[in-house]
């Protein structure tokens, strides 16, 4: 069995009670997450309780943003958040992903993880594509984005 593991962390300018919920509540994603952007017609569907665990967000949009859904499965504020991400479309996959929230000087250590494993026809295309260099370009996007979030006065 083929397994991966894709990490980046970054240095947010921000408290992380200032950065946690960001990422705690799949509503506040649209503020940051790398991905949002590429449909812009993307179907969202939000259900169970609004942040924390039990919180859940589908998506499904074009060929590009895909399908799937996310459950937030552990959640300790203002330590880390544990996540359920299962991808339906355009390979069916379930990557358990895990944000941590360290306090570094006046600012927060964000790492964010995404683990797999290649199966199927996901096993082909991992032989020839490298997870952490399809992926790791996103998460880094996507922490830059959380800190300009996180950095943002409060509306």
């Known amino acids: 069995m083929s397994t991966y593991s894709v990490t980046r962390s970054a240095l947010i300018p921000a408290p992380a009670k200032d950065v946690f919920p960001l990422v705690n509540n799949f509503r506040e994603w649209t503020k940051w997450s790398p991905w ?40 300790q504020e203002p330590e880390n958040v544990n996540i359920r991400l299962e991808f339906t479309k355009p390979f069916p996959a379930v990557n ?45 996007k996507g922490l830059a984005s959380l800190g300009a979030a996180a950095a943002s006065p409060k509306a």
């Open 96 to 140: 358990p992903t895990t944000f941590t929230f360290v306090p570094e000087g006046t600012g927060t250590r964000v790492t964010w993880t995404m683990t797999g494993e290649h199966k199927g026809i996901g096993k082909v295309f991992g032989l020839f594509m490298n997870m952490d260099k399809m992926v790791g370009g996103d998460f880094e």
């Open 36 to 75: 949002e952007a590429v449909d812009p017609a993307l179907n969202r569907t939000y259900s169970g309780p609004e942040s924390g665990v039990g919180a859940k967000y589908a998506w499904n949009g074009n060929r590009k943003a895909g399908a799937g859904n996310m459950e937030i499965i552990g959640s």
